[in-house]
């Protein structure tokens, strides 16, 4: 037991942590003052932390909004430990001026969110969520799926899920194209994946798969001119920010029949509203931003981001430090 961590608050806004290891939340309990939990159970706003977050020392957060405001409210926190590898929802800029470390757990759900992408690929390529639902109200159409092997997949981002992804595809026999400014040579040799432009990627993949973070180059990546330069008939995979896709786009090129179906786990505004569009398109897989949440993804993410919180409270560097201008 860690007496020198017994001043310490916690504050855990990530409804994942402890879910599927009992052992985690007593741990942490057991090792710190005191932890605070999410009341809400969701990701919380910026105008729902910053009454909570005043006196706390570390704070394990899921996809909560920590923007400046937040920050500043902080009077006593020394770091923001994200259960997860995407950064975008915090003001790392803020923190950096404060002091504050800000810290991930990459590569804890890689597996995870490449397991979902390929049930994604599969799901579209045979139908398989229209045809159930089709079962399920007593009817029995014949549909025509799509082979994979011999199809052109582009993977837009080459990171650690890239990767997994790209292992996972190698015995479909499919042609892997991945778009990425620092993946090097000899990476996309071994994974058997031909490195290319957005440009080309976009042009000739049947299946396209996103898994870069929202930055401001990102943002909208996929919009009407992306979706002008995609054959007829592709479909688009989205596993990583719902900010990616202008949503105006994405729609008009389902209505003209460009994309001939999508799977999304990320939206711009979650949970989706009762009457989005989306709702609308049964060719459109659609899954409540869950690629993450297997039970080893979210051991090893709850275990990691722990972890990274008391190294720092300890006085202690992590081992994934995202704003690393704090040590400086």
Not at 292 to 316: F, I, P
């Amino acid at each position: 037991m860690n007496q020198d961590l017994k001043s310490k608050r916690v504050m855990v806004t990530t409804t994942s942590f402890g879910k599927t290891d009992p052992t985690l939340r007593p741990n942490l309990e057991e090792t710190v003052g005191k932890v605070i939990y999410n009341p809400k159970g969701r990701p919380l706003s910026a105008e729902e932390l910053i009454p909570l977050i005043g006196e706390i020392d570390g704070l394990i957060a899921g996809l909560d909004h920590i923007n400046a405001s937040v920050i500043h409210a902080a009077k006593k926190l020394k770091v923001i430990s994200r259960y997860g590898i995407g950064v975008d929802r915090v003001d790392l800029k803020a923190a950096a001026e404060k002091g504050i470390v800000v810290t991930n757990t990459p590569g804890a759900n890689s597996s995870a969110v490449a397991e979902l992408t390929i049930g994604f690929i599969l799901g579209l390529a045979r139908n398989l969520c229209v045809a159930d639902a089709a079962a399920h109200r007593g009817e029995w159409p014949r549909f025509s799926g799509v082979g994979l092997r011999g199809k052109t997949v582009g993977l837009m981002g080459l990171g650690s899920i890239g990767r997994a992804v790209a292992s996972r595809l190698e015995p479909f026999g499919c042609r892997i194209l991945a778009c990425d400014p620092v993946m090097s040579t000899d990476e996309t040799e071994d994974l058997g994946v031909r490195p290319v432009s957005k440009e080309e990627l976009l042009s000739q993949a049947d299946f396209i798969s996103l898994h870069v973070p929202a930055t401001p180059e990102t943002i909208g990546m996929i919009d009407k001119n992306a979706f002008n330069r995609m054959k007829e008939g592709v479909y688009l995979i989205n596993t990583a920010r719902g900010e990616l896709i202008d949503e105006a786009a994405l729609k008009e090129a389902l209505d003209n029949g460009r994309l001939k179906g999508a799977a999304l786990d990320v939206f711009k505004a979650e949970p989706l509203e009762k009457n989005h569009f989306l709702l609308r398109y049964p060719q459109v897989i659609l899954t409540p931003h869950m690629a993450a949440h297997t039970d080893e993804a979210m051991n090893q993410m709850g275990w990691s981001a722990m972890k990274n919180c008391l190294a720092v409270l300890r006085g202690e560097r992590p081992e994934h430090v995202v704003n690393p201008e704090v040590y400086i």
